[in-house]
């Protein structure tokens, strides 16, 4: 058994290494010899460099049935079942999990997958990805003789020129290859290699927490690969977020979501991304949570547990969020001049899944140590201080940019960068008579409002709907970029 005092990557690699040396225990050495006869251009770069003249994502959707960090997703997945709604949902591959310990997968469900997708016409059968710890090339020969498309290969437990081999060999077996990076270290000690497919795991791998905009940091150091955005886009308003990537990489939201895999396609799902987020902060009372119309239900719902606030929210508030299943994925926890030990009391009550903190007022290391979504909130004073913003920038989802006295209606003074790189909402002094201001922003990708949900310090039922039908006729698509 590996050392409990390892990371979880650690772990994982010290029991890949005990599989590895039983499957070549048990593999022919001529195996490799043999299989390694590919000519073409591997499938899957070619489907990418289409897909991305046609304009379209590239959608990989996984079949895993748990993970080190959320434990049992769906212990009882059938595999049959799931392969068959991702093609029905237009997925371009499916990735399946084979390792046993950590993920519950096996080589028999990349078989399986591979003998249900073989029934169907070339031009309408997603490629067959096998997902897992690849350390040595026997484990390339058993996901050939599987069925794979292709494979992923994992910069944190590579170092260059074992990932180059690797990667050369599983070509020339006909593979094509997913090069997964988490940071821009990793990123950094490859970037000299020749590949074409940079996955962007938005879930780092020794602690795995997930920040979205980290695929936003490493996608402005390559911009000539294909960039796959990897865990942590679960809904539609987290592909506003990761909209520049040229694909998604899909699992725990799909086997979780039985609604998503009864919809109508990803192409649907993915184009909601159009739709700019609306977040209503300041939620503070139970009669202020009734007004919610289900046709115009915010994207995030601001609890505010600032001490300095006059819109902290109460119990029974908190509760009646929590007790409704269209509420409470949206629920923010606000925090501003909270000790750390008050925010993890709050955390430690209630089941939050965003956290919203301010970036002058809480440390990255702090930061760092919640499992939360992080969706930051800067200041802009004369300028926006872009230093902050970078120091921040892979450890957060979102960026809000707020002006300097947050909560009072007072509109941002600075001019915000046309060149600003990153998705962000924007705050300060916005109501239902200025949403145009969300136009002028190219990565501007909704609103965030408080006082102006309000009439007479009271939140108004009839300006969060007037608000949501402006919202739904604004569309990101529009932005103009000068």
Request: with cysteine; net charge negative.
């Amino acid at each position: 058994m590996p050392d409990s005092s390892m990371n979880i990557l650690e772990q994982i690699v010290e029991v890949k290494k005990v599989e590895i040396a039983a499957l070549l225990a048990a593999t022919d050495a001529t195996e490799g010899i043999r299989a390694k006869s590919a000519t073409d251009t591997p499938l899957f770069y070619r489907r990418l460099a289409r897909a991305r003249a046609l304009g379209r994502p590239f959608f990989i959707s996984e079949f895993k049935r748990k993970s080190p960090s959320e434990g049992w997703i769906n212990e009882h997945a059938n595999l049959t079942e799931q392969v068959l709604h991702y093609r029905r949902m237009g997925a371009s591959a499916i990735s399946v999990l084979t390792d046993a310990t950590f993920f519950g997968g096996s080589y028999a469900d990349l078989q399986q997958a591979r003998q249900l997708l073989d029934t169907f016409p070339v031009e309408d059968r997603p490629l067959l990805l096998q997902k897992d710890f690849i350390l040595d090339p026997v484990q390339l020969i058993h996901a050939k003789q599987a069925g794979a498309d292709l494979i992923l290969l994992i910069a944190a437990i590579l170092p260059a020129n074992r990932l180059d081999f690797l990667r050369n060999y599983a070509e020339q077996l006909g593979l094509g290859v997913l090069v997964e990076v988490h940071d821009a270290t990793e990123l950094t000690a490859i970037q000299h290699l020749d590949f074409p497919v940079l996955g962007v795991n938005n879930r780092d791998l020794k602690t795995f927490r997930t920040a979205l905009n980290r695929v936003n940091v490493l996608r402005k150091m390559t911009d000539e690969r294909f960039i796959i955005a990897e865990s942590g886009v679960l809904d539609e308003r987290h592909f506003q977020v990761v909209r520049g990537a040229d694909g998604f990489l899909i699992g725990t939201g799909l086997m979780r979501s039985q609604n998503l895999l009864e919809s109508g396609s990803f192409e649907q799902y993915f184009q909601a991304k159009g739709r700019l987020l609306f977040k209503a902060c300041g939620i503070r009372n139970t009669g202020s949570v009734q007004p919610f119309s289900p046709s115009y239900l915010p994207d995030y719902i601001g609890l505010n547990f600032s001490p300095r606030s006059k819109r902290s929210v109460d119990e029974a508030t908190c509760q009646a969020i929590f007790e409704n299943p269209e509420w409470k994925h949206k629920a923010v926890a606000v925090f501003y001049q909270n000790t750390p030990e008050d925010i993890r009391e709050v955390l430690s009550r209630y089941p939050f899944l965003t956290v919203q903190l301010y970036a002058d007022d809480v440390t990255i290391e702090f930061a760092r140590s919640l499992r939360q979504r992080i969706l930051l909130a800067v200041r802009v004073g004369e300028h926006l201080d872009m230093e902050l913003v970078e120091a921040w920038a892979a450890e957060v989802d979102c960026f809000i940019l707020d002006g300097t006295m947050p909560g009072s209606g007072q509109r941002i003074n600075a001019e915000i960068p046309h060149d600003f790189p990153y998705p962000f909402l924007l705050a300060g002094g916005m109501n239902e008579n200025n949403l145009e201001l969300l136009l002028r922003h190219r990565q501007c990708i909704g609103v965030d409002m408080a006082s102006g949900i309000e009439t007479d310090g009271m939140v108004d039922a009839q300006k969060i709907e007037h608000i949501g039908q402006q919202m739904s006729t604004l569309d990101v698509y529009s932005i103009s970029s000068t």
